[in-house]
Nanobody, 129 residues
């Protein structure tokens, strides 16, 4: 079993910044590959950012959703199993519940929610005009 906990959600004005953090703990047999997703009521969960550390544990390849590229950056401390999402120049449409998820090596770097087994409870980001 892998436990995933997010933190850092906030209410900010458009154009501001938010930094989300995620920590995975528990079994080390899985859950080394992590990603961020977000969801707003009435819509499907959307993959935001993921890191593929299969070839480089220190500087994994990063995948960012087109809707946030250039504004959001993702980073991972693979040794500590921590994942971060730096959100800059946020917009009202970035509002939602942000979830961190973890999966096994096979799906490292994926932005498809069905590839992830372990999920946190989410942290809310609200962007106002």
């Amino acid at each position: 079993q892998v436990d995933v906990v997010e933190s850092g959600g906030d209410s900010v004005q458009a154009g501001g910044s938010v930094r989300l953090s995620c920590a995975a703990s528990g079994s080390t047999r899985s859950g080394h590959c992590m990603a961020w997703f977000r969801q707003v009521p009435g819509k499907a969960r959307e993959g935001v950012a993921a890191v593929d550390i299969t070839l480089d544990r220190e500087n994994g390849r990063k995948y960012i959703a087109p809707s946030v590229v250039g504004r959001f950056t993702v980073s991972q401390d693979s040794a500590e199993r921590k994942l971060y999402l730096q959100m800059n120049d946020v917009k009202p449409e970035d509002s939602g519940m942000y979830f961190c998820a973890a999966t096994g090596w096979r799906y490292c770097g994926s932005l498809e929610e069905e590839r992830y087994t372990y999920w946190g409870q989410g942290t809310q980001v609200t962007v106002s005009t």
